[in-house]
């Protein structure tokens, strides 16, 4: 087990020198620091020393692979490319782009939390609702309440997310006044801010997961163990719930869990839809300002934690299921 | 003469047009393709969904084909020198063309009259606030108080019934070609069409022609002195909008897919052959690629795209055609940026099919990698890319409308349902509500992503059996 903890762990940090570079490539040598510098100075009188300050201000003064004039080992290291990876590696975001925004670390850490607040329910109350939903549809496999809940299914999964949430703003927070429209407080108060996210969040989901989790529960119903615990004289529900249900379980945290990074990076839409300050709010901000600084960072924070929960996503499936033995 | 404008993704789509009716020729000529497209077709939601993508199809096709109108000679220019609008217009745009032209000033209901806000107008010496008539919804009507219904309901009636007369046409048309098929009488024919006997659920086709021509109809009749969907904040017509936001969907759905399929089918099937460090390499590059969360990848490409534009304002010549450059670049970037999954599922198939014995035959025989690759492979995974192809295409018409959220999509001044919500966002926070451009690009858009979603569905469960096992289905058994 830790032995294959490491070996992930190693390839896990290939893949992120790999997501660097190509990162890197992408955002530097597309366009050059001077391209960049000019977009974000703005405006009509750019001159070549407002974009040598700008540069010289945020480290992008160096070139950018290869330091040809210094000697050794600072040809390497002298450069954009080693001093702005070393960085992300040892988690120093440094300063954004913009003038006005700050530490790009602290805004991290300090919206994380705000982040989790939100998708973690999210996240629970998603797999709970299509895990029920889709149990209930394979209860009543071959009867009519079958039929239309996977046809509403389809329906749902054809609706965009975007379409739930206007739809539950208007009409939960405006028509009947339940909630507040959009906004974020700390404390307890939270709650009322993180309700109708959450649960708009899991019923835009509902359609696609609960008729890929159906589809799931009836591959495994159709397997030799069902029959024989069906002989056994075990009732429906003991079938389900003790055996198809734990079986099942693998497919589902694979796909759930790929839903994972999302947790932490929090989900884009609902954030800035919700006005909750959170990671995804953070990136379409700065997306709307165009700082690159802060996509940059946050392609590289959305990776590792990508690879984290991948990682997670192995640790569980020894947990649902002892026969898995990670070597 | 106008001069004709080929834009990049006209070309695109033109090109795919050309390729499809090559697959159609292909699959007349393959007995167990046809059979297995004929399945697709047997299958009732999958048939009306095809009438739908069929019809938004050549919507499309019609706003593919752009130029620039030739303007009237000036009075002081050389003879024989053309100056051309600097608007590229499409057909589309010249068929719809009172549609475009009826502006309003600002937002109107749906099949209004009047304006939706009120203003200082002078009457009868004093000012009053009141709403204003408006320029072309409806300015056919002297006394717009008493005569709208019945001006409105007669129209809708003439609509029907055109609607009506145009889905018989059809209806006899196929009741015809199923005679000839049959060679039976056309009679005998529409029987068997009406009682569900052919092997081709045209009834189910015809339904939704019907429902397609009434509802057409209506619009159409309605459309020449109303704004059947109103109008937006600056008086254009949201009809009109949905119109051409279609195109944009079905551009993003199709090449974003089509974009993927290189680099998936070659790499896919070249890692699941070769395997050894090949595979590793192939394997490494995807898992890279998909372990960077989609969207925020697809921003940072969009965010460069546009820097790019930006500095080569060479490119294009008007603003229609730098949207257009932009839109296709968004789909060589969803291209690039999305084919890890399909990769990987070519590679897996590609591990179990190059252990089987017509491969490993054709090994023996000194047949080459790549035409053991090309022949005996990749036939054999095509299923596979068609499915996913399929898929892909509604759940990109979705993303699209995200991805205009974040503000990564296609143009704003390209009309596009992510764009149209972005917009209804705030409409649907005034009061009173402006609902109907939200209400137009909902009809649509689900129209469009549903019939995408069971056409997907019906290709599906042709293609791989396995999948059908899990179609809800009736039985007289009573679960144990």
Same mark, same amino acid.
């Given at each position: 087990?830790?032995?294959?903890?490491?070996?992930? =762990?190693?390839?896990?940090?290939?893949?992120?020198?790999?997501?660097?570079?190509? =990162?890197?490539?992408?955002?530097? =040598?597309?366009?050059?620091?001077?391209?960049?510098?000019?977009?974000?100075? *703005?405006?009509?009188?750019?001159?070549?020393?407002?974009?040598?300050?700008?540069?010289?201000?945020?480290?992008?003064?160096?070139?950018?692979?290869?330091?040809?004039?210094?000697?050794?080992?600072?040809?390497? =290291?002298?450069?954009?490319?080693?001093?702005?990876?070393?960085?992300?590696?040892?988690?120093?975001?440094?300063?954004?782009?913009?003038?006005?925004?700050?530490?790009?670390?602290?805004?991290?850490?300090?919206?994380?939390?705000?982040? !989790?607040?939100?998708?973690?329910?999210?996240?629970?109350?998603? !797999?709970?609702?299509?895990?029920?939903?889709?149990?209930?549809?394979?209860?009543?496999?071959?009867?009519?309440?079958?039929?239309?809940?996977?046809?509403?299914?389809?329906?749902?999964?054809?609706?965009?997310?975007?379409?739930?949430? !206007?739809?539950?703003?208007?009409?939960?927070?405006?028509?009947?006044?339940?909630?507040?429209?959009?906004?974020?407080?700390? *404390?307890?108060?939270?709650?009322?801010?993180?309700?109708?996210?959450?649960?708009?969040?899991?019923?835009?989901?509902?359609?696609?997961?609960?008729?890929?989790?159906?589809?799931?529960?009836?591959?495994?119903?159709?397997?030799?163990?069902?029959?024989?615990?069906?002989?056994?004289?075990?009732?429906?529900?003991?079938?389900?719930?003790?055996?198809?249900?734990?079986?099942?379980?693998?497919?589902?945290?694979?796909?759930?869990? *790929?839903?994972?990074?999302?947790?932490?990076?929090?989900?884009?839409?609902?954030?800035?839809?919700?006005?909750? &300050?959170?990671?995804?709010?953070?990136?379409?901000?700065? !997306?709307?300002?165009?700082?690159?600084?802060?996509?940059?960072?946050?392609?590289?924070?959305?990776?590792?934690?990508?690879?984290?929960?991948?990682?997670?996503?192995?640790?569980?499936?020894?947990?649902?299921? &002892?026969?898995?033995?990670?070597? | 003469?106008?001069?004709?404008?080929? $834009?990049?993704?006209?070309?695109?789509?033109?090109?795919?047009?050309?390729?499809?009716?090559?697959?159609?020729?292909?699959?007349?000529?393959?007995?167990?393709?046809?059979?297995?497209?004929?399945?697709?077709?047997?299958?009732?939601?999958?048939?009306?969904?095809?009438?739908? $993508?069929?019809?938004?199809?050549?919507?499309?096709?019609?706003?593919?084909?752009?130029?620039?109108?030739?303007?009237?000679?000036?009075?002081?220019?050389?003879?024989?020198?053309?100056?051309?609008?600097?608007? +590229?217009?499409?057909?589309?745009?010249?068929?719809?063309?009172?549609?475009?032209?009826?502006?309003?000033?600002?937002?109107?209901?749906?099949?209004?009259?009047?304006?939706?806000?009120?203003?200082?107008?002078?009457?009868? /010496?004093?000012?009053?606030?009141?709403?204003?008539?408006?320029?072309?919804?409806?300015?056919?009507?002297?006394?717009?108080? +008493?005569?709208?219904?019945?001006?409105?309901?007669?129209?809708?009636?003439?609509?029907?019934?055109?609607?009506?007369?145009?889905?018989?046409?059809?209806?006899?048309?196929?009741?015809?070609?199923?005679?000839?098929?049959?060679?039976?009488?056309?009679?005998?024919?529409?029987?068997?069409?009406?009682?569900?006997?052919?092997?081709?659920?045209?009834?189910?086709?015809?339904?939704?022609?019907?429902?397609?021509?009434?509802?057409?109809?209506?619009?159409?009749?309605?459309?020449?002195?109303?704004?059947?969907? %109103?109008?937006?904040?600056?008086?254009?017509?949201?009809?009109?909008?949905?119109?051409?936001?279609?195109?944009?969907?079905?551009?993003?759905?199709?090449?974003?897919?089509?974009?993927?399929?290189?680099?998936?089918?070659?790499?896919?099937?070249?890692?699941?052959?070769?395997? %050894?460090?090949?595979?590793?390499?192939?394997?490494?590059?995807?898992?890279?690629?998909? @372990?960077?969360?989609?969207?925020?990848?697809?921003?940072?490409?969009?965010?460069?795209?546009?820097?790019?534009?930006?500095?080569?304002?060479?490119?294009?010549?008007? %603003?229609?055609?730098?949207?257009?450059?932009?839109?296709?670049?968004?789909?060589?970037?969803?291209?690039?940026? /999305?084919?890890?999954?399909?990769?990987?599922?070519?590679?897996?198939?590609?591990?179990?099919?190059?252990?089987?014995?017509?491969?490993?035959?054709?090994?023996?025989?000194?047949?080459?990698? %790549?035409?053991?690759?090309?022949?005996?492979?990749?036939?054999?995974?095509?299923?596979?890319?068609?499915?996913?192809?399929?898929?892909?295409?509604?759940?990109?018409?979705?993303?699209?409308?995200?991805?205009?959220?974040?503000?990564?999509?296609?143009?704003? @001044?390209?009309?596009?349902?992510?764009?149209?919500?972005?917009?209804?966002?705030?409409?649907?926070?005034?009061?009173?509500?402006?609902?109907?451009?939200?209400?137009?690009?909902?009809?649509?858009?689900?129209?469009?992503?549903?019939?995408?979603?069971?056409?997907?569905?019906?290709?599906?469960?042709?293609?791989?059996?396995?999948?059908?096992?899990?179609?809800?289905?009736? @039985?007289?058994?009573?679960?144990?």
């Amino acid at each position: 087990m830790l032995n294959y903890l490491v070996r992930r =762990t190693l390839y896990g940090i290939l893949i992120l020198i790999g997501v660097n570079l190509a =990162t890197f490539f992408l955002f530097f =040598t597309v366009n050059t620091p001077d391209d960049m510098a000019r977009l974000n100075i *703005g405006g009509k009188r750019v001159t070549q020393e407002l974009i040598e300050k700008w540069k010289s201000e945020r480290g992008y003064d160096k070139p950018l692979y290869w330091n040809a004039p210094k000697a050794g080992s600072e040809k390497l =290291t002298e450069t954009i490319f080693w001093e702005r990876s070393v960085s992300l590696f040892t988690l120093q975001f440094g300063r954004a782009d913009s003038e006005s925004a700050g530490d790009i670390g602290d805004e991290v850490t300090r919206r994380m939390w705000i982040s !989790i607040q939100l998708a973690l329910p999210i996240f629970i109350l998603q !797999i709970i609702a299509s895990v029920s939903f889709a149990l209930l549809l394979v209860m009543f496999r071959h009867t009519r309440l079958d039929l239309v809940g996977v046809v509403l299914c389809v329906v749902m999964l054809s609706i965009s997310a975007l379409f739930y949430i !206007i739809v539950g703003q208007y009409l939960f927070a405006r028509v009947l006044k339940l909630v507040p429209i959009s906004g974020y407080s700390g *404390g307890l108060d939270v709650v009322r801010f993180l309700v109708l996210p959450v649960a708009l969040s899991a019923l835009a989901r509902l359609g696609t997961e609960a008729r890929l989790y159906r589809a799931m529960f009836l591959e495994e119903i159709g397997k030799d163990y069902v029959r024989t615990a069906r002989a056994k004289g075990l009732s429906e529900t003991v079938v389900m719930f003790r055996h198809v249900l734990r079986n099942a379980m693998i497919p589902i945290i694979t796909s759930a869990g *790929g839903y994972l990074p999302y947790v932490f990076m929090g989900s884009l839409v609902f954030e800035s839809f919700f006005g909750i &300050p959170g990671l995804g709010a953070y990136v379409i901000e700065a !997306i709307g300002k165009q700082d690159f600084a802060i996509v940059r960072t946050m392609v590289f924070v959305g990776s590792l934690l990508y690879i984290a929960s991948y990682i997670l996503i192995d640790i569980a499936y020894t947990w649902v299921d &002892p026969r898995v033995r990670l070597a | 003469m106008p001069k004709f404008v080929l $834009l990049w993704t006209d070309a695109a789509i033109w090109l795919l047009v050309v390729a499809l009716a090559v697959y159609v020729w292909q699959v007349l000529r393959k007995p167990a393709l046809a059979a297995s497209w004929r399945k697709v077709f047997a299958d009732g939601p999958a048939l009306a969904s095809a009438v739908i $993508l069929v019809l938004c199809l050549s919507i499309t096709l019609l706003d593919s084909l752009h130029y620039r109108a030739a303007l009237p000679q000036a009075a002081g220019s050389q003879a024989g020198a053309v100056a051309y609008d600097t608007r +590229t217009r499409s057909v589309l745009d010249a068929l719809l063309r009172p549609l475009v032209e009826s502006r309003e000033t600002t937002y109107s209901r749906p099949l209004a009259y009047q304006g939706f806000t009120k203003e200082s107008l002078e009457v009868d /010496g004093r000012i009053l606030r009141v709403a204003p008539r408006l320029l072309h919804g409806g300015a056919h009507l002297t006394q717009p108080d +008493t005569e709208w219904a019945g001006d409105v309901a007669r129209r809708s009636a003439a609509g029907l019934a055109l609607g009506l007369l145009a889905a018989a046409l059809v209806a006899a048309l196929t009741v015809m070609a199923v005679a000839r098929a049959h060679r039976v009488a056309w009679r005998e024919a529409a029987l068997r069409v009406w009682h569900h006997e052919t092997p081709i659920p045209w009834r189910v086709a015809l339904i939704t022609v019907l429902g397609v021509c009434l509802v057409g109809g209506v619009v159409a009749a309605l459309a020449g002195r109303y704004h059947v969907f %109103g109008t937006d904040v600056t008086g254009n017509d949201v009809l009109y909008q949905t119109l051409k936001s279609i195109r944009t969907a079905f551009v993003i759905g199709s090449l974003a897919t089509l974009a993927t399929l290189p680099l998936a089918v070659v790499l896919g099937i070249m890692a699941g052959y070769f395997k %050894g460090w090949v595979d590793e390499a192939i394997q490494y590059v995807y898992t890279v690629l998909s @372990s960077v969360p989609n969207i925020l990848l697809i921003a940072a490409c969009v965010l460069m795209v546009q820097v790019f534009l930006d500095k080569h304002p060479e490119l294009f010549e008007t %603003g229609l055609e730098r949207a257009d450059l932009k839109l296709f670049l968004l789909c060589a970037v969803l291209g690039l940026t /999305g084919w890890a999954g399909l990769c990987r599922l070519l590679r897996a198939e590609t591990l179990k099919l190059r252990e089987l014995e017509y491969v490993q035959a054709a090994k023996a025989f000194g047949v080459g990698h %790549g035409r053991i690759m090309r022949r005996h492979v990749f036939p054999n995974v095509a299923h596979l890319m068609l499915i996913v192809t399929v898929l892909e295409f509604s759940a990109l018409i979705l993303y699209e409308a995200v991805l205009s959220y974040v503000g990564v999509g296609v143009d704003p @001044s390209m009309n596009s349902f992510g764009g149209m919500i972005n917009f209804a966002r705030n409409e649907m926070s005034r009061d009173p509500v402006v609902w109907w451009p939200f209400a137009a690009a909902f009809t649509f858009m689900v129209t469009v992503v549903l019939a995408a979603n069971l056409f997907a569905d019906g290709v599906r469960d042709a293609f791989d059996p396995r999948s059908r096992a899990f179609r809800p289905r009736l @039985s007289t058994r009573k679960p144990a």
